[in-house]
């Protein structure tokens, strides 16, 4: 059941919600987002809720991406129900006056690293890896990788990124200031998000919406334009052969052969 695979728990004004699907990486499928997105309301509407912590269960992965498998025999307009739900997450997150740490254990790659980049603060532990490898499916990230990336590193980085699809470590994504904080375990991760929490949630609460909101708002004013650029993008990659390739030549473990169209 999706609710076995997020996990919710709120004590001293934090709430932790925790993907929790370690066979499967912490991949996202849509029944999960929903569940996901259900959890971010509820601390959102929980008064006594000051903070957020979003993290993966265990130390292999954050969230490795999306279930890859939902992908299959998709077009550029069905493609969206699977989208629709990543995005209505990370515009949530953007959206609320709450702070959302992301605690990154392990792999954060594909929609796991997008929907880290649309937290607040990023804490990473050592064993962490970024990417956003959707070209080697034979598209491209649909959930704000190509505009939120760009913001927070740079254009040049993160066109080399996007365009490879290669992965980078904890240490190379505080390098070019995609994370925070590197900790040299899951364990002192864990404790360094909740410390942050914890001075967070001793801040005035309504400055503290306030400063995220005008922070946000003077950071991304044409972001919903881009983010329909991107989306429009992302989607028709659905209508080509490559894409096809792409996504069963990873469910059969083999090397795509793309034609380029």
């Not at 997150?93 to 990154?104: C, E, F, R, S, W």
């Not at 994370?179 to 040299?184: D, E, G, Q, Y």
């Not at 991107?230 to 659905?238: Q, V």
């Given at each position: 059941m999706a609710e076995d695979y997020v996990l919710f728990e709120a004590s001293d004004a934090i709430a932790t919600i925790t993907i929790n699907r370690p066979d499967k990486y912490n991949a996202l499928n849509i029944s999960v987002k929903k569940k996901l997105l259900e959890m971010f309301r509820q601390a959102d509407k929980d008064t006594s809720v000051r903070v957020v912590i979003l993290?993966?269960?265990?130390e292999k992965a954050f969230i490795s991406g999306a279930d890859v498998n939902e992908f299959v025999g998709r077009n550029s307009d069905t493609i969206k129900q699977v989208v629709n739900p990543s995005r209505d997450i990370a515009q949530f997150?953007?959206?609320?006056?709450?702070?959302?740490?992301?605690?990154?254990n392990g792999y954060a790659l594909g929609g796991g690293c997008e929907?880290?980049?649309a937290c607040d603060i990023r804490y990473a532990s050592k064993n962490a890896q970024f990417g956003l490898p959707e070209i080697h499916l034979g598209t491209l990230p649909g959930n704000g990788g190509t505009v939120r990336l760009p913001r927070l590193v740079g254009?040049?980085?993160?066109?080399?990124?996007?365009?490879?699809?290669?992965?980078?470590?904890?240490?190379e994504a505080f390098r070019?200031?995609?994370?925070?904080?590197?900790?040299?375990?899951?364990e002192e991760l864990r404790a360094g998000a909740n410390e942050l929490a914890r001075i967070l949630s001793r801040m005035p609460g309504v400055a503290l919406g306030l400063a995220k909101k005008s922070i946000q708002e003077s950071w991304e004013l044409p972001l919903n334009e881009h983010l329909a650029v991107?989306?429009?993008?992302?989607?028709?990659?659905?209508d080509t052969e490559d894409k096809e390739e792409g996504v069963n030549a990873f469910l059969e473990k083999r090397t795509p052969e793309f034609k380029h169209k």
């Open positions: 993290t993966g269960f265990g997150i953007t959206a609320m006056d709450k702070p959302v740490i992301t605690a990154v929907l880290a980049l254009l040049g980085i993160a066109k080399e990124l996007i365009l490879t699809g290669s992965r980078i470590t904890a240490d070019i200031g995609l994370v925070n904080k590197v900790f040299n375990s899951v991107e989306l429009d993008a992302f989607c028709k990659t659905f």
